[in-house]
């Protein structure tokens, strides 16, 4: 399959989004990530390489978050007061180019480079060739605590920006996140959300059989945090979520996801973490994304 037909950011009018009923915004949303899934899957293909299981089972936080939620403009993307969203699970990188590209950071056109020699999207995402990436990620458990350091930054200058952090649930087994955690939860930061796209796999079996995360909401709480558990891949309600009153402290995301969701050959099936699709595949799963 050629890479091609491409959907343009030049439809999607965010401000008529965001001044919809929530429930007809929630509609909009799911159709965005429906693109953006399918950009993944052709992002994926032309790259030869990618974490596809990842990629489909985030997509609806980041759509939701940066088209629904988030309080920054691709126009001014370095403005001081903009609102941050930080991709701690970094190896899901094309599930953010995508969404970003779709916000109208950068050209559409320009995922076709996805993981290409000297492209700007690398595999990992980097903040200094990419607009709308806060942070490089990758190795895991870095995002939370720049997130917490971001959101003490905000408290320290009266900006009151908001920091959104996306967490993979096998990335909460490294201990860096519970430090921050446990910082953020003193501090009472409550303009930072931590999302966990608690889809219950990582790179090569279930978390469960890897090192236990359960019982986690108890976990959030025991630090400090507010505890939200909700379908991930709901974008009603990740949005009524992520815009619910804060009660004084960071608020955690639980957020329950299929990895793979979207494609039914893919969904729930741990050998997806970064395995790449045969273009007979390619094709079935555009077929299922339409």
């Not at 909009?28 to 596809?52: E, F, T």
């Not at 126009?75 to 599930?95: T, V």
């Not at 329950?256 to 045969?278: A, C, L, M, Q, Y």
């Amino acid at each position: 399959m050629t890479v091609s037909v491409w959907p343009s950011n030049s439809a999607i009018d965010v401000a008529r989004i965001r001044s919809l009923a929530d429930a007809e915004k929630a509609q909009k949303l799911a159709a965005i990530a429906k693109l953006v899934r399918r950009n993944i899957v052709k992002m994926i293909d032309a790259a030869g390489a990618g974490h596809i299981g990842g990629d489909l089972s985030v997509t609806d936080i980041l759509v939701t978050a940066v088209f629904g939620v988030l309080n920054a403009d691709p126009e001014h993307a370095d403005a001081p007061g903009r609102d941050r969203l930080i991709l701690s699970k970094g190896h899901c990188a094309a599930a953010l180019y995508s969404t970003l590209a779709l916000r109208g950071y950068f050209p559409v056109d320009d995922l076709k480079s996805f993981m290409q020699p000297l492209s700007a999207l690398n595999g990992h995402p980097n903040r200094r060739k990419v607009r709308g990436v806060e942070a490089n990620t990758g190795p895991l458990g870095h995002g939370l605590p720049i997130g917490v350091g971001s959101a003490v930054a905000s408290k320290l200058s009266r900006k009151n920006w908001q920091v959104f952090v996306v967490l993979g649930d096998g990335e909460l087994q490294e201990g860096s996140n519970w430090e921050a955690a446990m910082t953020a939860g003193h501090r009472k930061l409550d303009n930072l959300v931590a999302i966990v796209d608690r889809n219950r796999l990582q790179q090569g079996a279930r978390t469960e059989d890897t090192a236990s995360l359960e019982p986690l909401a108890e976990k959030w709480a025991s630090f400090g945090w507010s505890v939200a558990q909700i379908d991930g891949n709901d974008t009603s309600a990740l949005l009524k979520t992520f815009t619910q009153p804060r009660d004084g402290k960071p608020l955690a995301v639980i957020a329950n996801t299929i990895k793979g969701k979207g494609v039914s050959f893919i969904e729930d099936r741990v050998e997806w973490h970064h395995k790449v699709p045969s273009k007979e595949q390619v094709e079935l799963a555009l077929t299922e994304l339409a």
